[in-house]
């Protein structure tokens, strides 16, 4: 009887440790983006950051559960299978920002056109050429 105490007291230890890891790591990666939202900043000031102060930049904006409101206008889109990417003009030649929408977001997507101002919300990886968003949504 002693041991069946002792082996449940454990399991609801690992239990509880399991509740408390879910929580604090997997289910942070999944924020929303448009309630992790700390910057606002346009297109070109972004992409400026990174092509001129690339290790500053990635200090500032690639913050794990921080996300980054972009405006700008839209210079392509691309899509591959199912997701769709906005780049938006950074009036720079050499890059945009290029943003990957989340899939609940294709319907809103396929309704924009190049050279349409848009306002877009998402979590920064950094610069690669372009400057890249992740899990991207329209902002309201």
């Known amino acids: 009887m002693k041991k069946t105490i002792i082996w449940l007291f454990i399991i609801g230890i690992i239990a509880a440790g399991i509740v408390i890891f879910y929580f604090k790591v997997i289910a942070?990666?999944?924020?929303d983006p448009a309630d992790a939202v700390k910057i606002s900043l346009t297109a070109p000031e972004l992409?400026?950051?990174?092509?001129?102060?690339?290790?500053?930049?990635?200090?500032?904006?690639?913050?794990?559960?921080?996300?980054?409101?972009?405006?700008?206008?839209?210079?392509s889109i691309e899509q591959n299978g199912?997701?769709?990417t906005i780049f938006l003009n950074s009036n720079d030649m050499m890059g945009a920002v290029a943003c990957e929408m989340d899939s609940l977001e294709n319907s809103s997507v396929?309704?924009?056109?190049?050279?349409?101002?848009?306002?877009?919300?998402?979590?920064?990886?950094?610069?690669?050429?372009?400057?890249?968003?992740f899990r991207c949504k329209l902002a309201k």
């Not at 942070?28 to 924020?31: L, N, T």
């Open 47 to 75: 992409y400026r950051m990174f092509s001129n102060f690339e290790d500053s930049a990635n200090k500032m904006y690639t913050v794990r559960d921080m996300a980054i409101k972009v405006s700008g206008r839209v210079q």
């Open 110 to 133: 396929k309704m924009l056109k190049e050279q349409d101002s848009t306002n877009i919300v998402g979590f920064c990886t950094g610069y690669l050429m372009d400057v890249q968003l």
């Open 82 to 84: 199912s997701r769709y």
């Open 28 to 31: 942070a990666k999944h924020k």
